[in-house]
């Protein structure tokens, strides 16, 4: 059974930094593209990063770019967020997804950012 854990999430200053941790188990990370999702109580989920199975091509959403850095290690089976810059507006729930045949999610890590 594939199961994703995200860790790291935390409460943080506006300007703070956090990395959060999602590792993979039951399955190899290199097998999988990975995604970074966020949702905030009564929002859309929100996809603000993701990345392909090799590392070589990344994309952000408009709100995190410039702040936030998707990154992987195959060899840990662990993908990473590195959230730089915080603001208030980036509180949310956030989730990491594994895209295959079919997608897996974690169950979530919280970030919140205190103005």
């Known amino acids: 059974q594939v199961q994703l854990v995200e860790s790291g999430g935390g409460l943080v200053q506006a300007g703070g930094s956090l990395r959060l941790s999602c590792a993979i188990s039951g399955d190899i990370l290199r097998n999988y593209a990975m995604r970074w999702y966020r949702q905030a109580p009564g929002q859309v989920r929100e996809l603000i990063a993701g990345i392909n199975t090799g590392g070589s091509s990344t994309l952000y959403g408009e709100s995190v770019k410039g702040r936030f850095t998707i990154s992987r290690d195959n060899a840990k089976n662990t993908v990473y967020l590195q959230m730089n810059s915080l603001k208030p507006e980036d509180t949310a729930m956030y989730y990491c997804?594994?895209?295959?045949?079919?997608?897996?999610w974690g169950r979530g890590t919280q970030v919140t950012v205190s103005p």
């Open positions: 997804n594994a895209m295959g045949n079919r997608d897996y």
